[in-house]
């Protein structure tokens, strides 16, 4: 059968089926969840927290799994069973790439260059080739004079470029971020977004995992929202979900700031991403 221009862009990659997560048993941090993540998307979880985003990446990153349902990447299972076949975790592992939240979790090797070729080399790439990928990389990231610098001395803008770099040079199809803004500067959450687009538009697939609404709005990422009840909440459009304002209310990504000037009393939303949003052509 001929696939036609749509349906090539409408492959799915990533699918979760009814995805329930347990915590010592009976303690709930995913309840029901299904998505489709389509090859090619940028994709954002969002929600307060404690709502179970990190927890649904890593289910998506085989580093744990259900308590029920099933999740599948590119029509395989991830479970434990299918991980034990070396081929297929080698594939796995070489199409998927999770960026910690905490850099310092992920960094472990002597210097930024041993982090940047340790993937590679884990995959079995040689080492000529390995080298050549971690160089690219590091002049992508405008990180080659840190290439012989311990991890433990950068600052935390280096050590996230450096986490972000060590997936790089795997070159994997899917990039998923834990909360990747998160103790950043503003110069440095830009330079950020800038690279995410552009790993975008060269072909990756990125799934975000924040509560931080402006990523989203500069993203324009399709959003799922988890509610405080660990379930889908929405899936949208980053402006159909950003603009009802209901909506994130009701799952406390903004909240309603109170105050009085004598007998007056004012109420107004409040969230950084309500005052700094833009309008778009």
Do not use: W
Not at 129 to 150: G, H, N, Q, T, W
Not at 205 to 211: E, F, G, K, N, W
Not at 256 to 269: C, K, Q, S, Y
């Amino acid at each position: 059968m001929e696939i036609n221009e749509t349906q090539k862009i409408r492959e799915k990659i990533i699918c979760l089926e009814k995805v329930s997560y347990n915590y010592q048993n009976d303690i709930s941090a995913l309840s029901e969840i299904s998505l489709e993540i389509v090859k090619g998307e940028r994709f954002a979880i969002i929600g307060a927290n404690g709502t179970g985003k990190t927890t649904l990446l890593q289910i998506m990153n085989g580093l744990i799994f259900p308590s029920k349902g099933r999740v599948f990447f590119k029509g395989s299972e991830i479970s434990k069973e299918t991980l034990k076949d070396k081929g297929f975790l080698s594939f796995f592992r070489a199409k998927v790439g999770y960026v910690f939240q905490d850099s310092d979790v992920q960094l472990f090797c002597p210097t930024v260059l041993d982090e940047l070729l340790y993937g590679p080399l884990q995959l079995e790439i040689g080492e000529a080739e390995a080298l050549d990928r971690a160089f690219e990389v590091m002049e992508m990231l405008k990180i080659e004079p840190l290439k012989s610098r311990p991890t433990y001395m950068l600052s935390g803008g280096e050590k996230k470029k450096v986490a972000i770099g060590s997936i790089l040079t795997i070159n994997p199809e899917v990039l998923l971020l834990d909360e990747p803004t998160n103790g950043l500067d503003p110069k440095t959450q830009c330079s950020l977004v800038e690279l995410m687009l552009a790993l975008n538009e060269a072909g990756k697939t990125l799934v975000i995992a924040t509560h931080d609404l402006s990523l989203v709005d500069e993203l324009q990422a399709t959003t799922a929202i988890l509610s405080e009840d660990h379930q889908i909440e929405r899936v949208g459009s980053a402006m159909n979900v950003l603009g009802d304002q209901d909506l994130l209310l009701r799952v406390n990504l903004i909240h309603e700031h109170i105050h009085r000037h004598g007998d007056v009393t004012h109420r107004h939303l409040h969230s950084h991403y309500l005052f700094h949003r833009h309008e778009r052509e």
